[in-house]
Nanobody, 125 residues
Framework: QVQLVESGGGLVQAGGSLRLSCAASGRTFSTYAMGWFRQAPGKEREFVAA?????GRTFSVKGRFTISRDNAKNTVYLQMNSLKPEDTAVYYC?????????????????????WGQGTQVTVSS
């Protein structure tokens, strides 16, 4: 089992950048595929980015967003650049147990077993 804690959200002006972090508990972080999702008020939670357990495979729906991970620090990151007001949402990280050096990435909410509590990102115009 893994516990996830997001941080790094806040208020930023349009065009600015933020880096979100998600710290995971436990000693087997390198066996989890990780993802970032976001949920705006009144909308469904949507996929943002994913990374394989080794970090060798990544996917992002936004060219302005980059996902990365540091397995030595049990942390996954989401670097967000050129932020827009429509990026305003609660951002969640998620984890799914796979294997070490897996190339698996997940895109669907129901493929993830563990979720953090979320961090608010607000982009002002």
């Amino acid at each position: 089992q893994v516990q996830l804690v997001e941080s790094g959200g806040g208020l930023v002006q349009a065009g600015g950048s933020l880096r979100l972090s998600c710290a995971a508990s436990g000693r087997t972080f390198s066996t989890y595929a990780m993802g970032w999702f976001r949920q705006a008020p009144g909308k469904e939670r949507e996929f943002v980015a994913a990374i394989s357990s080794s970090g060798g495979r990544t996917f992002s729906v936004k060219g302005r967003f980059t996902i990365s991970r540091d397995n030595a620090k049990n942390t996954v990151y989401l670097q967000m650049n050129s932020l827009k007001p429509e990026d305003t949402a609660v951002y969640y990280c998620a984890a799914d147990l796979v294997t070490i050096a897996s190339t698996t990435v997940h895109f669907l909410k129901n493929e993830y077993d563990y979720w953090g509590q979320g961090t608010q990102v607000t982009v002002s115009s």
